[in-house]
């Protein structure tokens, strides 16, 4: 069974509620992913390239009727210290978070949270003029 068809064989909120057993191939990548070393028992993500699919509107509904690949932009650290994943569909353009599994890639993680820092919004050589400027 592969999860565009979980919501047609399963009443709605399934997946809220029971563990996801199920591999997948990812659609972005290829990697065949397993629920096992995610450290959760709901998988949702690849954890090579880190893409979803999108088939929630709320987490584990499968009511979406979009189906897009939902590729990771960002991340951000919950008020309890957990990383998590944001990702945008790249049809809808629908934004969702999601837990980072524990054996989820950790240069991708890292290359991620990094891309603001080595693309910043402002040209770093005049970094000191700006500074000057706040005082």
């Known amino acids: 069974m592969n999860r565009e068809n979980k919501r047609k064989q399963f009443e709605k909120g399934y ?3 029971h563990p996801c057993e199920e591999s997948f191939t990812c659609k972005n990548c290829g990697w065949l992913v397993t629920p096992d070393g995610a450290g ?3 998988r949702n993500h690849c954890p090579n390239c880190l893409c979803s699919l999108h088939l ?3 987490p584990g509904d499968r ?3 979009c189906g897009g690949l939902m590729e ?3 991340v951000w650290v919950r008020g309890s210290g957990e990383w998590a994943l944001i990702h945008r569909c ?3 353009g629908a934004f969702r978070s999601n837990r980072v599994a ?3 890639n950790p ?3 890292i290359s991620i949270a990094m891309k603001p820092i080595g693309n910043p919004p402002f040209p770093v050589e005049r970094m000191e003029e700006i500074i000057q400027k706040l005082k």
């Open 15 to 17: 997946y809220q509620n």
């Open 40 to 42: 959760s028992s709901h």
């Open 56 to 58: 929630d509107l709320e």
């Open 63 to 65: 009511a979406s009727d």
């Open 72 to 74: 990771p932009v960002a």
């Open 90 to 92: 790249r049809r809808c």
């Open 102 to 104: 524990a054996d989820d």
């Open 107 to 109: 240069v991708k993680l």
